[in-house]
């Protein structure tokens, strides 16, 4: 299965039940955004000035050794939130707004009326 794939044809919640394959594929997606550190790595990633940042930034704003970050950023990167881009001997990250937005179009409910 390609990252979030189920993402791409899934209605929003309130409007449609998930199937058994679409939920396993949204439960992996949480699971990654469930963890604190990852949060912070998604978050330092958008606020970043150009929309990208240094593996070197990340892991200097951590109290962690870089073998951790590293598995954090994959994890990221395995779920489709994450892209990266090797210059030089350094990994540059991106979010994948794309997944972003198909997260937040999924949870999209109507308002009560």
């Known amino acids: 299965m390609e990252p ?5 044809c899934s ?3 309130a409007r449609e039940p998930l199937d ?3 939920a396993a594929g ?16 998604l978050s ?3 606020s970043h000035e150009g929309g990208e940042v240094c593996v070197c930034d990340i892991t200097d704003a951590f109290e962690l050794s870089q073998p ?3 598995h954090h950023l994959k994890v990221l990167k395995d779920v489709g939130l994450l892209t990266s881009e090797r210059r030089a001997s350094w ?10 937005g ?3 179009a999924l949870l999209d409910t109507p308002a009560a009326v």
Do not use: N
């Open 4 to 8: 979030l794939e189920v993402l791409q």
């Open 11 to 13: 209605p929003p919640l």
């Open 20 to 22: 058994a394959e679409q």
């Open 26 to 41: 949204l439960a992996r997606v949480f699971k990654a955004l469930g963890d604190p550190v990852r949060l912070r790595i």
């Open 44 to 46: 330092i990633v958008a």
């Open 68 to 70: 951790t970050i590293s």
């Open 91 to 100: 990994v540059y990250y991106r979010l994948v707004p794309e997944r972003l």
């Open 102 to 104: 198909e997260l937040s």
